[in-house]
């Protein structure tokens, strides 16, 4: 009897772990590959894994954005978490005010 519940356990186990790696998979697809930057004083067309912090972004209607981001301009910016959060609704996005 102990024997049938650790296989189950095992195969209960595998199922959600191949599950998550298939999950997690997909997320790869939400990064956009390509990202237009500022460096230098010239805007460039970058590969989005090779962003840096400190890096000036430049996102436009309907782009997926590439990296964490810290808003620095914005007009009425509203993002769809709903892969992410489940959240039907676009959120309003501001810039932080530093104090």
Known sequence: MLALVVIVTACFSYYQSSKSAALMAQFKNFIPPKATVFREGKKKEINAIELVPGDIVEINLGDNIPADVVLVKT???????????????????????KC
Request: overall charge negative; proline content about 4%.
């Open 75 to 97: 007009s009425e910016m509203k993002v769809n978490n709903a892969s992410l959060t489940g959240e039907s609704e676009e959120m309003l996005r501001l810039p932080e005010e």
